[in-house]
């Protein structure tokens, strides 16, 4: 009696991890996220921290939402962005210490 193969599927984790890392995936989605850890932010209040236009801000914030990176709230007339959760700063700041371990290797490297 032969056994069934099974089938080789990726793992729905893998699809969810890939959504994820998509919101990290962008210099201007980054600089987002940096200014977002402060606290929450109005479109225009991002603007200003970014130096990015306000419409790209506005499609980079509906990618961010999309991966679950970033959550609003309406405060009145105004809708404020924060960060869905105190981990993403957490792995923002791991990323900054990794990229800086990888930066001093590469120049000590060259010397």
């Given at each position: 009696?032969?056994?069934?193969?099974?089938?080789?599927?990726r793992?729905?984790?893998?699809?969810?991890?890939?959504?994820?890392?998509?919101?990290?995936?962008?210099p201007?989605?980054?600089?987002?996220?940096?200014?977002?850890?402060?606290?929450?932010l109005?479109?225009?209040?991002?603007?200003?921290?970014?130096?990015?236009?306000?419409?790209?801000v506005?499609?980079?914030?509906?990618?961010?939402?999309?991966?679950?990176?970033v959550?609003c709230?309406?405060?009145?007339?105004?809708?404020?962005?924060?960060?869905?959760?105190?981990?993403?700063?957490?792995i923002?700041r791991?990323?900054?210490?990794?990229?800086?371990?990888?930066?001093?290797?590469?120049?000590?490297?060259?010397r």
């Amino acid at each position: 009696m032969k056994l069934p193969v099974p089938m080789i599927t990726r793992p729905p984790a893998a699809g969810l991890k890939a959504k994820l890392f998509r919101g990290f995936s962008n210099p201007s989605r980054l600089s987002i996220l940096d200014a977002l850890r402060d606290g929450p932010l109005t479109v225009t209040e991002i603007v200003t921290a970014t130096g990015l236009g306000h419409s790209n801000v506005s499609n980079h914030l509906s990618c961010l939402r999309d991966c679950e990176l970033v959550r609003c709230e309406q405060t009145g007339r105004y809708i404020r962005y924060h960060l869905s959760d105190a981990r993403v700063a957490t792995i923002l700041r791991l990323v900054e210490a990794l990229v800086a371990d990888v930066a001093k290797g590469a120049y000590e490297s060259t010397r």
